[in-house]
Each structure stands twice: as C-alpha cells, then as structure tokens.
C-alpha cells in the first residue's frame, strides 16, 4: 500500500505489510522462519 | 534537545498488523531516543461487522469474506507466529470478532482524559491475547477501568455515542490524506511511514522529523 501522494515524504519500505479492506497482507514464512513479502493476501 | 516529535497513528483494533507495527514502532521510538508525542486515529477496517457475531475468527472470514476456512485457519497461524515474534501472544481461538466503533469512540474520550496511549494498549491487549468481547460497552468501560478512566462515565459516553462524530473526523481525514491501509503514520506532521515496518525505519522517520521539523 502506498503512501498518500505528495502530501508527507515516505519513508521505508511502501510493501511492509498492512490491513485493509477487512484483510491483511501476510508474508510468508520461509523454511527458516524469515518474513517474506509477497502480495499474498490475509485476512484481518 | 531535540523537539518533541509528533506521531498521528491511524489504525484500528481488530487490526493484527496495527498491534505488530506498535511494538515495532514502540522499538524504533525507543532506538531515536528522543521526545515523541502519540496521537491515534480512527480507521475501521470491517465496519460492515455485525456486533452480534458469535462464530469463530476463522468462520467470520469464511462467511463474510469468502476465504475457504483451512485457508483462514492457515494465515491466522501464520499470523500467530509473526506476532510471536514481537512477543505478542495472539489467541485467534479465544478472540471474539467486533465491529470496533465503540472501542475507537472510548479511545477518543480516553484521548480527553489524557489516557488514550494506555487504552489503545488495553484494547489491543483485551482483543488479540484475551478474547474479550468489544461489542459490549460493559467489557470496554471495564477495560478502560484498568487504564484508570471512569468507568460509568465510559458507559454513558458509549451509550450516547458521543464520540462517533470525532471517529467520522478521523476517517473523513484518513479519506482527505489518501489513507486506504493501517497501520500508517504521520511522523512530525511530514513524513510518511506506511505498515508495520521495521523498527530503524520508524527510528529514522523520527530522526528526520526532529532534524527537520514541518
């Protein structure tokens, strides 16, 4: 999820994971233990 | 000495992630070091949410959000573990789904009575790690009880909704900035940090904000 555009500077990363829309966006684990990002969805 | 830096943080309480990125920002407050002032927003993420519901977390996502159950069990899981990892001990068996704009209207007369910070702690508490039930003012003026607020005047405030009209300002606001996900934060009224990112990221953003005020 982006931030609002050109309104505030971002910073970080813009793919960290957040809830919307009555889901979230989960990483998942990989084989040792590490978040990955991904667009997979999640619920809330 | 650096200015005191302030936070407006909008998310909400059924919200995994919202929890996960307060610890994590709670971490990066603690690596800047400095002065920062917390103010938090309303966002509700279902608030098409039934108050009445009784199924299981699992089954709200089946039914409501047409996620095939085993899969919903799986990413609650999953979900578990990551919070594990903040040392958040999440109970999605236990939990209670709600529609949470009652705890959003306490959380601003929490914020009148200068408490809001510890509320929104107790809530998310109450909710991930203890399955109480937010649909019911009694259980929410209890916890706010435990944050030393009234609890009767809690109960009246719910009961009048005499906070709703400052939940509709924060997410006409959320609307107004372009804010579509939580948690977000808007650090030192200028930059941007968007989900439960890590913590040397919130640290920075404060770092920036106190070096370069608005």
Not at chain 1, 8 to 31: N, S, W
Not at chain 2, 110 to 138: H, M, P, S, T, W
Not at chain 2, 180 to 198: H, I, L, M, W
């Amino acid at each position: 999820m982006t931030a609002p555009a050109g309104r505030f500077e971002q910073v970080g990363d813009t793919g960290a994971p957040v809830c919307h829309d009555g889901y979230c966006e989960l990483p998942p684990q990989t084989e040792t233990g590490d978040e990955v990002t991904t667009d997979e969805a999640a619920p809330a | 000495m650096s200015p005191t830096v302030k936070v407006d943080i909008w998310s909400d309480i059924a919200c995994p992630w919202c929890f996960v990125g307060k610890r994590r920002f709670e971490q990066g407050a603690a690596e800047f070091g400095g002065e920062v002032e917390v103010e938090y927003h309303s966002f509700e993420l279902s608030p098409d949410t039934p108050v009445s519901y009784a199924g299981s977390e699992a089954q709200f996502l089946a039914e409501h959000k047409r996620i095939p159950q085993p899969q919903a069990e799986h990413m609650l899981a999953q979900m578990t573990e990551i919070a594990a990892g903040e040392g958040l001990a999440y109970d999605f068996a236990a939990l209670r789904h709600a529609n949470t704009v009652l705890a959003h209207q306490a959380l601003h007369l929490a914020k009148a009575r200068g408490r809001q910070v510890e509320l929104k702690e107790r809530l998310l508490r109450a909710y991930f790690e203890e399955g109480r039930d937010l649909n019911r003012i009694e259980q929410i003026a209890a916890l706010a009880a435990d944050v030393g607020l009234d609890a009767a005047e809690v109960t009246a405030a719910l009961t009048e909704d005499r906070y709703l009209e400052d939940v509709r300002a924060d997410q006409r606001q959320a609307v107004e900035y372009g804010i579509g996900a939580v948690p977000f934060f808007v650090v030192g009224g200028r930059f941007a940090v968007s989900g439960a990112q890590e913590p040397a990221v919130f640290a920075e953003a404060l770092r920036r904000a106190a070096q370069e005020p608005a």
